[in-house]
């Protein structure tokens, strides 16, 4: 009997996963080179491709038996935490990865496991097109390297309540700090990689723009090795609206990075503002924003912390045994839409922070050198004996014929020589100190059992009944009616400038409200 | 389907290193002679738990090539710790004995890319590149006027210090790595994919930290590197 998949659902799949291909070669091959003494970047990387590969397709299931992808994606858009265009973007990335790898050792043939594939693959599509609806993409490279995810109410209280600042004061000093630290923090929490920090936008301000900074996972919550050291972060997720002058950003990527033109210089910094938010929250919280004296006052104390821990996590670090780190990374990496578990109320440790059986079967290869020309390999030369194709075949950007993620045969529409599922996953096991903190929120630090039964009776104002569907296009139109002065309401509810101004502002009211 | 389509694959060729095509080569043998012997389908085959490949199976392949006398080379440091007689010994900066020298005579030990325009530093070169070293200047503090050598292009082994550092020079990765970015937010100067002849720890030096900032989308162009001189 031929697969469970129609030739048109089948055509669907083959191209975001060539799209998905061409997409990730660009990235890897253009942005940059992750390496690092301390830890075994390359063989954490790949071990946890099979990892995605191994569970995604079961804990994904559990996700949306209580959540679709769609509402997961709508939620995640109207907060900044780690379910975001990075984390969210990158997730058949790493899960074919794994596939790929399994195909090249002849695990697997690429026509097995098709009903898993397609159904990660239509959950990653779908929950990124909900993530990304205010744009109508599905990736930032589809918008030329663009993210525009907000919108306007949350723009324009960003752009009123922003404080301003210039060279040489006060908030501009201490804003520079941290976006330092913050950055080196966050490379260090996720063991080398860039998943903590995220941008997007950018978004027009008059003659200047606004690029909005994420750092995420801050605090003591999913990652067990934060217990203790983070717990002196009061908050897990900040978000940081600058808002530059005589800057262009041309490029935000899909791993959340920016270039711009000319170069990103902090004296072209006019004006920035401090959220926090997450899967518990209304919308973005204000943080020390009363002034720009207080503000640049807690930028310095949440420094501070961050340094404190940089130092306190590196120690805890450097004495991890490779065992150790690789699992730390390979988890990182792993767990990439683990807060879209959070969001649906139903996170679980044993499923995000676990290595499958069937991975850690695979460490004793795992050398460095392997590890090194496993990931390069795959997403650089594309050199793998699966990737190759027909002499005759120029692929997208590298004319090679070689392609990263081998495409599913047609042949599953005719014959019975494809299997549907990888086997359940086991419980998995981690050479790292189980969890043991709390869980840090926008609603306090709560356990597990508390974060997930708030997560799961709580739908924010903005996505309640048909506000969730009251997009940008709607409000053209009607701007002043009492739903959307509701809507805008409900995001403004924290605004310092904007509280209770409903719908009707123009560019030119917020303007003249604006702090700076 | 009577065999794994791999072992029939029309345009596959083997990979580019030599490591990674033995070991996969290895496991597709492997997987294609347990197949084989189970007289099942492939489809009944893939998924049986009784044909898994096991730990000990993977563990055999690299025991089979290390066998060989091959050595690994290393990336992170914790992996020869642990494992000396599975990898090459770290190599130090070579000296040519043959350096160029600048406009005051001076040896040219390096060049680089610069992260970002800044003026140029004269400093103690000290090579950071073990957790020992990172341990004992977090301890007790990063000596005035380091430049600190780094072979890691990453943000985590130097990440308690780097803020301590006058400046940087990395013999690894490019502009757009992890360090290079975190100079570049500390305003700290640096030099990325450095390549050195005969500087050793504790040489005094200045680096042209006042060359242009590399563009990371043009050729390569040695005049317009940073140069790295030997001053004592």
Not at chain 1, 188 to 197: Q, T, V, Y
Not at chain 1, 255 to 272: I, L
Request: aromatic fraction near 10%; include cysteine.
């Amino acid at each position: 009997m031929p697969a469970n998949i129609s030739y048109n659902e089948l055509q669907d799949l083959n191209q975001f996963l060539q799209k998905s291909s061409d997409v990730f070669y660009f990235q890897c091959t253009t942005r940059t080179v992750q390496e690092s003494k301390l830890f075994p970047v390359n063989p954490y990387i790949a071990l946890s491709y099979y990892n995605c590969w191994y569970r995604y397709p079961e804990i994904f299931r559990k996700i949306e038996e209580v959540m679709t992808p769609e509402e997961l994606g709508d939620r995640a858009r109207e907060v900044s935490m780690s379910a975001n265009a990075i984390m969210l973007g990158i997730i058949q990335q790493f899960y074919l990865g794994g596939r790929q790898f399994l195909i090249d050792m002849g695990m697997i043939n690429p026509t097995d496991g098709i009903d898993d594939i397609k159904y990660v693959l239509d959950f990653a599509q779908r929950v990124n097109r909900s993530y990304h609806r205010q744009s109508g993409y599905t990736l930032n490279s589809d918008m030329n390297h663009r993210a525009q995810l907000l919108p306007e109410r949350t723009l324009q209280v960003f752009e009123a309540d922003a404080l301003g600042c210039k060279p040489g004061d006060k908030l501009h000093n201490a804003v520079v700090k941290f976006l330092a630290t913050a950055s080196q923090y966050a490379f260090l929490k996720n063991a080398e990689c860039r998943l903590g920090i995220h941008n997007s936008g950018p978004y027009k301000v008059g003659d200047k723009e606004m690029l909005i900074r994420d750092f995420v996972d801050l605090s003591e919550g999913d990652y067990p090795w934060l217990d203790g050291v983070a717990s002196g972060i009061e908050y897990n997720n900040v978000t940081l609206p600058v808002i530059m002058k005589d800057t262009h950003f041309h490029m935000v990527d899909d791993w959340g990075s920016f270039e711009a033109t000319p170069s990103y210089d902090h004296d072209n910094m006019v004006a920035v503002g401090l959220y926090t938010s997450d899967y518990l929250s209304n919308g973005y919280i204000p943080v020390h924003m009363d002034n720009a004296s207080e503000l640049a006052d807690y930028l310095d104390h949440m420094r501070d912390q961050m340094q404190t821990a940089t130092s306190e996590l590196w120690k805890r670090m450097a004495g991890w045994t490779r065992d150790q780190m690789i699992d730390a990374g390979l988890l990182v990496y792993y767990a990439v839409p683990k807060d879209l578990a959070h969001i649906a109320g139903v996170y679980d440790p044993n499923d995000w922070m676990m290595v499958d059986e069937r991975v850690q079967r695979l460490k004793p290869f795992f050398n460095d050198e392997y590890g090194g020309a496993a990931i390069a390999e795959l997403v650089g030369y594309i050199s793998l004996s699966s990737q190759q194709e027909s002499p005759y075949t120029m692929s997208k950007y590298s004319n090679a014929s070689s392609d990263m993620w081998s495409k599913i045969p047609y042949s599953v529409l005719a014959d019975d020589n494809f299997t549907s599922h990888v086997p359940p996953m086991g419980p998995g096991s981690t050479s790292l100190p189980p969890k043991t903190g709390k869980y840090t929120t926008t609603r306090g630090r709560l356990t597990l059992e508390e974060a997930n039964a708030l997560a799961r009776g709580f739908t924010p104002e903005t996505l309640q009944g048909a506000n969730r569907f009251y997009d940008d296009q709607w409000v053209k139109y009607n701007a002043g009616t009492p739903a959307a002065d509701a809507l805008y309401k409900a995001t403004q509810q924290n605004s310092f400038q904007l509280k209770d101004k409903g719908s009707t502002l123009t560019a030119e009211d917020v303007e003249k409200l604006r702090r700076w | 389907m009577s065999e794994p389509n791999i072992l029939s694959d029309k345009w596959g060729k083997p990979a580019m290193s030599e490591v990674l095509e033995y070991y996969h080569s290895s496991i597709r043998a492997l997987v294609a002679e347990k197949f084989a012997a189970s007289g099942k389908t492939w489809q009944e085959a893939v998924n049986d738990p009784a044909l898994e490949l096991t730990r000990e199976d993977f563990q055999k392949i690299e025991d089979d090539f290390l066998a060989t006398g091959y050595r690994f080379t290393m990336s992170a440091q914790v992996s020869i710790v642990e494992e000396p007689e599975k990898y090459q010994p770290i190599a130090g900066v070579g000296d040519s004995g043959s350096q160029p020298k600048d406009e005051q005579g001076r040896l040219i030990v390096g060049t680089g890319d610069n992260v970002f325009q800044a003026e140029d530093l004269e400093g103690t070169a000290r090579f950071v590149g073990t957790v020992e070293t990172v341990m004992d200047m977090l301890m007790n503090g990063v000596p005035e006027g380091t430049i600190a050598i780094i072979d890691d292009s990453g943000g985590t082994l130097t990440a308690p210090i780097l803020e301590g550092f006058a400046g940087v020079v990395c013999m690894g990765g490019t502009i757009r790595s992890h360090l290079g970015i975190l100079t570049r937010e500390y305003d700290i100067p640096c030099l990325m994919a450095a390549e050195l002849d005969g500087l050793s720890d504790g040489d005094r030096i200045v680096v042209e930290y006042s060359k242009p900032a590399t563009d990371a989308y043009a050729e390569r162009d040695d005049a317009a590197r940073a140069r790295i001189v030997k001053v004592s």
